[in-house]
């Protein structure tokens, strides 16, 4: 009687065993389809960290540009300033001519 006791341990253990190995095969499954997500996901935010360093960078040669290129008032103050130094660089002329 002892023997279909123990045959029958032997046949829940290895039915737990198969359950377990199948169990452990879709964990790794698992395992790896989540690594392969955040590989992607890791790829995806260093793109976008490289993306907005680009930008930051280009913001900051259009805040440069922005402080060297004239304004229009900047350009008539200087239009100005020239007309009137040419003026006066035409009366002297006509002052030594005289």
């Known amino acids: 009687?002892?023997?279909p006791d123990l045959q029958e341990q032997v046949r829940r253990i290895?039915?737990?065993?198969?359950?377990?190995?199948?169990r452990n095969q879709a964990l790794r499954e698992e395992?790896?389809?989540l690594k392969a997500a955040l590989a992607e996901r890791e790829a995806c935010v260093l793109a976008r960290d490289t993306?907005?360093?680009k930008?930051?960078?280009?913001?900051?040669?259009m805040r440069v540009a922005s402080v060297v290129s004239p304004t229009a008032d900047s350009?008539?103050?200087t239009a100005e300033m020239i007309s009137d130094?040419?003026?006066e660089i035409d009366r002297c002329?006509?002052?030594?001519?005289s």
């Open 1 to 3: 009687m002892p023997q």
């Open 14 to 22: 290895a039915d737990k065993t198969r359950l377990l190995l199948i």
């Open 31 to 33: 395992v790896a389809a």
């Open 51 to 53: 993306e907005l360093e």
């Open 55 to 61: 930008l930051r960078l280009e913001l900051e040669y």
């Open 75 to 77: 350009r008539r103050q």
């Open 85 to 87: 130094l040419v003026r």
């Open 93 to 97: 002329i006509a002052d030594l001519r």
